[in-house]
């Protein structure tokens, strides 16, 4: 009997049992609950998007932390407990806010272990939401994960499912490396999955073939990879097999998965909502023209937005993100099918 | 806490061996033997000792780019230190981490940090960790008067004071930001009138007096283990060399540092007292002063005979797993 849960309870469920089962577990971040010292209701938000609500009613105000909006003190303070016998999870509401906070995760967390050669662990995980499609504007809408990936000493994983995202956080918070946790703000009440009551984890580092196919393989990320599944449902009409690959994380990156897809298909269309300069699309591609050039039989194809901010108006912000028709197309260019 | 015979023998050594440690790391870092940089800590030694004496291993600081002193106040190992700054396998952080990144776990000492401020909000996490575990640790970050300037620094003021975390705040104002004067660069001079705008008591003591600095110290470090909350201590001190090894220093005043050796040698400064006071003798410091001087001697010779680490480690410790 399937158990279909969407993205925001599949994660609400991952953090009960985290912190059920782990009293070192701590969770902080600016109105995680809501209402601190405000003379309503506490747990008045549970979060921009309500997705932690019922944690500080289950764990108490000493393990749920409403912050002050100081996102470098408090990130910073997370990174010092995860040192000090704490598994804490941080929330940076938007990763957009990134740019006033960055040092406690690139220079400090990142770091730690390969600098103190190897005398310490740093068991963090910062949750951070992602992406366009809210009408939010161009402060509020990046895919920055690439900013991360770049930085050795980090994991960044971004769930694509509801059953990925609890398994994902649950093998985040038992990491015992410090892993960014990337949350499509769209897809919490739009994915919805099979998920089990059961506390569970998916390995960091392992891709999921989504769909299995034969003329070409897409790798699609996070939101992306619903796109692709639409792609592909309209291009199998065409008699078009496509192979959909989910990266999960893209650090650790699995490579071989993809390579091996690759090796088969011989085609590759890489679909990523993150800018286009030095993104995961532009990584991929690299890695498989450096390692599975052999294997190609047609150029690899990026869909992704342009290289510009995110513009508000809907009409410029539907038109700015990837989607399954420029995926459709993508796919026919490289199987030499565009006139059809 | 009262100071017994032991705890000022143990002060002066502590203080001593940092002077000596940075004195030889400045000759061996000018005859090319050390890599990188290195910011030495010689004239502060008052201030890492008189607040380090109150604290345990498990008890958490946090350091800076002069990193040193407070490493060696906190019952690091002066060998593996000098190991580290000479970038040996050996070493403290097995040559991995260097003077502005040497770190011990071990003994609570969270790490010298190169990026001005960082450690401030590390070390409120470690007070943090320490109230939610129930220990009665407490966490003391260091902090210059140029960090006393950043946006973390001051948000981590405020955020230890709205958890009431055990966090002693100590800033060591030696009156430079690199060339910068703190007397320009500190908005409201002294860096202690920022306490009460943080809802904490803050207090400013003599950095060159072993004494006040300790007393000063303590008061802090027992009300934060009590669960009073967080302190604010401005350290007044000066350094008797440049920002880093090399500077040319022209941004001092002509007899600056001549002047500081002079009268304001903390090291000269406690003899004077505990001579004064008939409560340790003079040969008794002289023979720390030689002990010291062996200790040093023979961390720069192991330094100087140790290997490098292995081309392998290059590759080690990025992650625990991956």
Known sequence: ??????????????????????????????????????????????????????????FGAHRV?????????????????????????????????MGVCFDPLLNQAAKFRYMFGGKTKTPLVIRTQFGAGFRAGAQHSQSL?????????????????????????????????????????????????????????????????????DDVTIVAIGRMVHFAIKAAKQLAKEGISCEIIDPRTISPLDEETILESVERTGR?????????????????????????????????????????????APELEDLYLPSPEKIVAAVRETVGAAQR | MQLNRDDLMKAYRLMRVIRVFEE????????????????????????????????????????????????????????????????????LCHGKGGSMHIADFDKGMMGANSIVGAA????????????????????????????????????????????????????????????????????????????PAFGMPGIQVDGFDFFAVHEAAGKAIDRARNGGGPTLIEVKVGRFFGHHEGDSQTYRAKDEVAELRRDHDCLKIFRKKVEGAALLEGEQLNEI??????????????????????????????????
């Open chain 2, 289 to 322: 002063d030689r002990q010291a001087v062996a200790l040093v001697d023979r961390a720069v010779e192991v330094a100087r005979a140790s290997d490098p680490p292995e081309p392998a480690a290059l590759f080690q410790n990025v992650y625990v797993s991956y």
């Open chain 1, 65 to 97: 932390l409403d912050t002050p909006i100081s996102e470098t003190a408090y990130l910073g303070a997370a990174v010092g407990a995860a040192t000090a016998g704490l598994r804490p999870i941080a929330e940076l509401m938007f990763v957009d806010f």
């Open chain 2, 24 to 91: 030889r790391v400045r000759d061996e870092f000018e005859a090319g033997r050390i890599p990188g940089f290195v910011h030495l800590y010689a004239g502060q030694e008052a201030s890492a000792v008189g607040v380090c004496m109150h604290l345990d291993d498990e008890d958490y600081i946090g350091s800076t780019h002069r990193g040193h002193g407070h490493c060696i106040a906190k019952g690091c190992d002066a060998t593996a230190m000098m190991l580290e700054l000479f970038a040996r396998k050996d070493g």
């Open chain 1, 268 to 312: 590759l269309v890489i679909v990523d909502e993150a800018y286009p300069r030095c993104g995961m699309a532009a990584d991929i591609s690299s890695i498989v023209a450096e390692k599975g050039f052999h294997a190609l039989r047609a150029p690899i194809r990026k869909v992704t937005p342009p290289h510009t901010p995110i513009p508000f």
């Open chain 2, 120 to 195: 401030v909000p590390l070390a409120v996490g470690a007070a943090l960790a320490a109230k939610t575990l129930g220990k009665r640790t407490v966490a003391v970050p260091f902090c210059g008067d140029g960090g006393s300037n950043q946006g973390g620094v001051l948000e981590s003021l405020n955020l230890a004071s709205v958890w009431k975390l055990p966090v002693v705040f100590v800033f060591e104002n030696n009156g430079y930001a690199e060339t910068t004067a703190a007397g320009w660069a500190v908005s409201c001079g002294d860096i202690v009138n920022r306490a």
């Open chain 1, 1 to 58: 009997m399937a158990r279909i849960l969407t993205m925001r309870k599949a994660l609400s469920e991952a953090f009960h049992q985290v912190m059920a089962e782990d009293p070192t577990v701590i969770m902080m971040g600016e109105d995680i609950a809501g209402g601190m010292g405000a003379p309503g209701e506490l747990d008045a938000w549970g979060g921009d998007l309500g997705i932690t609500k019922g944690l500080i009613g289950k």
């Open chain 1, 145 to 213: 994960y690439p900013l991360f990936a770049h930085i050795p000493g980090l994991k960044c994983v971004i769930p694509a499912t509801a059953y990925d995202a609890k398994g994902l956080m649950i093998a985040a918070v038992r990491d015992d490396d410090p892993v960014i946790f990337f949350e499509h703000k769209v897809m919490y009440d739009e994915v919805s999955d099979d998920v089990p009551e059961r506390s569970y984890t998916v390995p960091l580092g392992e891709a999921n073939i989504v769909v299995e196919g």
